[in-house]
């Protein structure tokens, strides 16, 4: 029903910049909230940051002040602008969507990888 295909992650020294893009495709329902996760190596995959279809975004307190998350609702697309990276921000990086039909449901993409070098 719904695909999310992520774009812009590759290796970047420290205190570098990168940006994320995610568009989803769908045949039915609603996209409401999106966000983007992390996995690192031997971790468990973790929030990052996460935006309603309204526009009120949430953060981890790893990010805040550095990575900005904004979406095109007409576009179907979440970005994420990192900025300020560190090596601890490696990791591959997930976008999830919920999509509402007659219910809920949780999309993810296939992951983009994201190395910051020291």
């Known amino acids: 029903q719904v695909q999310l295909v992520e774009s812009g992650g590759g290796l970047v020294q420290a205190g570098g910049s990168l940006r994320l893009s995610c568009a989803a495709s769908?045949?039915?329902?609603?996209?409401?909230?999106m966000g983007w996760y992390r996995q690192a190596p031997g971790k468990q995959r973790e929030l990052v940051a996460t935006?309603?279809?309204?526009?009120?975004?949430n953060y981890a307190d790893s990010v805040k002040g550095r990575f900005t998350i904004s979406r095109d609702n007409a576009k179907m697309t979440v970005y994420l602008q990192m900025n300020s990276l560190k090596p601890e921000d490696t990791a591959v990086y997930y976008c999830?969507?919920?999509?509402?039909?007659?219910?809920?449901?949780?999309?993810w993409g296939q992951g983009t990888q994201v190395t910051v070098s020291s």
């Open positions: 999830n969507a919920w999509v509402m039909t007659t219910g809920v449901s949780g999309y």
């Open positions: 769908k045949t039915i329902g609603t996209i409401g909230a």
């Open positions: 935006i309603t279809n309204g526009g009120k975004t």
